[in-house]
């Protein structure tokens, strides 16, 4: 079984994905790919079915249609513990992330002390390129936002995580976010369930081709459910209930 198993959800991003797995490819960890593609239109399915012949480590979750980044990440998490991994990485499949920083994520979580350690824009160290001023305003704010409300990390919309077995299966076990707002919302349910979590600093590139699926409507929803899921972290209330992490179900 693989020491890491690694989470892609893709939507049209035919141009991105080839070079993002060679480079994981030759991270040289012992890592296991987890796709879910959700039928795009630019064929990204079948380029994801080729590259999982090529390297023969590669599962492909096909999924009917655009479901949400939030439950498409829950499906590849799903997977990725199916594979009897170690650990969980989820990741931006459109290049944001720089793949050289998989390992840094990872000895990061190899030291102990958390369960989850996320790659952070905001940590000391860390900065963004390529975003405007308008999406690098949003992203502070909603940030800030968790922190100063939820006594959240300095970064909670970060996909770039590293999660324990114990910490992806707690958040798998609560989660209800579909959309974007799934980021957030894992980092209040890992730090409901008990966990720790250790940030790591990267610099977060605009994506290097293909067209943002961040639009005004999730921006929205965003906004409403990050006042809603604050207040019900807050208060202890349903998902968001303190209990240990011991009390998740088992998924495996």
Partial sequence: MPELALVLATYNEAENLPPLVEALEESGEDLHLVVVDDDSPDGTGRIAQQLSEQFGNITVVSRPGRLGLGSALQAGMAAALDTGT?????????????PEDVPRLLSAMKAGGCDMVQGSRYASGGGVRNWDAKRRLLSRVAN?????????????????????????????????GSGYEFMAESTLLVMAAGFKIKEVPIIFTGRLSGESKLDKRQV????????????????????????????????D
């Avoid at 170690?86 to 931006?92: I, L, N, P």
């Avoid at 800030?144 to 910490?167: H, I, M």
């Fill in 86 to 98: 170690r650990y969980v990485m989820t990741m931006d499949a459109d290049r944001s992330h720089d």
């Fill in 144 to 176: 800030l936002t968790y922190r100063w409300t939820a006594g959240a990390p300095k970064e909670c919309t970060t996909n770039f995580r590293v999660f324990s077995r114990s910490a992806a299966k707690a958040v798998l076990s609560r989660a209800k």
């Fill in 220 to 251: 929205l929803k965003g906004i409403f459910l990050c006042g809603a899921n604050v207040l019900r972290y807050r208060l202890h209330l349903g998902r968001f209930s303190r209990r240990r992490a011991s009390d998740a179900p088992a998924l």
